[in-house]
């Protein structure tokens, strides 16, 4: 196999990041008792305790926010499972096991810590880091981002003193054509009883369980208390699937979009890119690595058949599994007896010798590998560019 490897200058910045991030690390032994202990007790941890928190998250980016609290217990709904196209199969397989007895799911960590990075995107992708970069900690989750908690909106919460049945919350979505994104009114029969910023806050809240902070940010544009109950009703639960269709409606179908095309002298051609396709959805990713497999058994249009199709597929699927969250896929384009692959990794997960080694001994002749640290995606941007007809209108 041939390999190549580009490495760029490394980022002034992103070495003072990952420094805040070890300072924090090395003072989570001395705070996370009293953090706890205000989580226990329904109560804001110590003032001393919070502002040094705050300083610590600070240094790793000025835009970002934190939260502790219960860490969420899953239930083993079916609605959890992870069916997307690129999913781990033996994750799939544990998720199903777990789903026969919930206890697997609902053990775990008692507390969690969230870091909140908005909508700035550095923020995230510093989140993430933070992270990843966790010491193993039993009684403590850590979360990059406010995830989604749709166990919440079956119960209640107290706001303004006053406790609010979240069973009872209505939606009304309305895309706007403008901004692509979903426009969300929040009706609850109690907001004639609370002041316009708590009936905001709670919009907010409820529309934040409903998705998780990434989507979100991603998805929703306006987000507003409503006063009568909307004339088409959908409950906080479905609001993920509208976000799924809004995807779809943007070229994609599962998060992917799919062409073909003809080429002189090389015939015909299939393109499959992830789409859409945002920053924050895979915020460690930042190690570009372009896979060029050649095949021998082909169609007339130099497609892979047969033996080379299925040794094609098996390779994808190893690649995949191998990854875990540590990689994606991005795009995949095939041509003139080729196939090329577009990997993003985490350059800091240590999986890329597992990932080359996986490349090894192919049958059907030298495979070619090119990496490259790429945290400005010019790699995808230019492997997507001659196909933006499929996913521009």
Do not use: C
């Amino acid at each position: 196999m041939a390999l190549f490897r580009r490495r760029r200058p490394a980022d002034p910045s992103n070495a003072d990041t990952t420094s805040a991030t070890n300072e924090f690390w090395e003072v989570w032994p001395e705070v996370r008792t009293a953090l706890a202990d205000a989580v226990a007790k329904d109560q804001p941890a110590p003032s001393e305790v919070s502002d040094r928190v705050t300083a610590l998250v600070h240094r790793i980016h000025p835009d970002m926010d934190w939260e502790v609290g219960p860490a969420p217990r899953s239930t083993g709904s079916a609605e959890e499972l992870d069916l997307s196209p690129d999913v781990d199969p033996e994750k799939l397989l544990q998720q199903l096991a777990a789903m026969e007895d919930p206890s697997h799911l609902t053990e775990g960590p008692e507390y969690a810590m969230t870091l909140r990075p908005g909508s700035s995107d550095e923020a995230r992708v510093q989140s993430e880091r933070w992270a990843r970069s966790a010491p193993d900690d039993g009684q403590w989750v850590f979360h990059p981002v406010r995830p989604a908690d749709l166990d919440q909106l079956s119960g209640t919460v107290r706001w303004d003193d006053h406790e609010l049945d979240l069973s009872h919350v209505l939606l009304s979505v309305r895309v706007n054509p403008g901004t692509s994104k979903i426009d969300v009114g929040v009706y609850h029969p109690d907001n004639m009883f609370l002041a316009e910023e708590s009936r905001a806050r709670i919009a907010e809240h409820v529309t934040l369980l409903a998705l998780g902070e990434d989507d979100y940010v991603l998805w929703i544009g306006r987000v507003a208390p409503l006063e009568e109950k909307p004339v088409d009703p959908i409950t906080p639960a479905n609001l993920p699937s509208v976000v799924k269709q809004m995807g779809d409606m943007l070229g994609g179908h599962d998060g992917w979009v799919r062409g073909t095309y003809k080429l002189p002298l090389v015939g015909g051609g299939e393109i499959l890119l992830r789409h859409p396709l945002h920053r924050r959805t895979f915020p460690a990713l930042t190690l570009a690595a372009h896979v060029i497999v050649p095949f021998t058994n082909t169609d007339e249009d130099k497609q892979p058949t047969g033996g080379s199709e299925e040794a094609l597929e098996s390779l994808q699927s190893t690649l995949e599994s191998l990854l875990g969250d540590n990689g994606a896929l991005f795009g995949r384009r095939t041509d003139g007896g080729k196939r090329q692959f577009l990997y993003y990794l985490d350059p800091d997960s240590g999986v890329l010798p597992q990932f080359e080694n996986a490349l090894m001994d192919w049958p059907e002749g030298e495979i070619k590998l090119r990496t490259e640290l790429d945290p400005a995606w010019r790699h995808i941007t230019m492997f997507r560019k001659p196909f933006r007809n499929l996913f521009e209108s």
